[in-house]
């Protein structure tokens, strides 16, 4: 694994820009808290993403209700 992909829900999401700033600049430090814990070599770089499933779900349901 060379990648891991980590979805990250924000509230509220007006917040999530700065969230994922953060993520991004505290990155070394999560990932030698990872490289800690996990037994896993080589160990996979990390990349946070937005998790659009609530977002999705609300427009899902709106559009339901709205039918």
């Known amino acids: 694994i060379d990648l891991a992909i980590i979805y990250v829900s924000v509230l509220p999401q007006s917040s999530e820009d700065e969230a994922i700033k953060i993520l991004k600049k505290t990155k070394g430090y999560l990932f030698h ?20 499933g609530a977002k999705n779900a609300a427009l899902v349901e709106k559009n339901l209700i709205n039918d």
Do not use: E, G, Q
Request: net charge positive; aromatic share 10%; proline share 10%.
């Open 33 to 52: 808290l990872l490289f800690k814990r996990l037994n896993m070599r080589p160990m996979p770089d990390l990349l946070f993403r937005i998790d659009d």
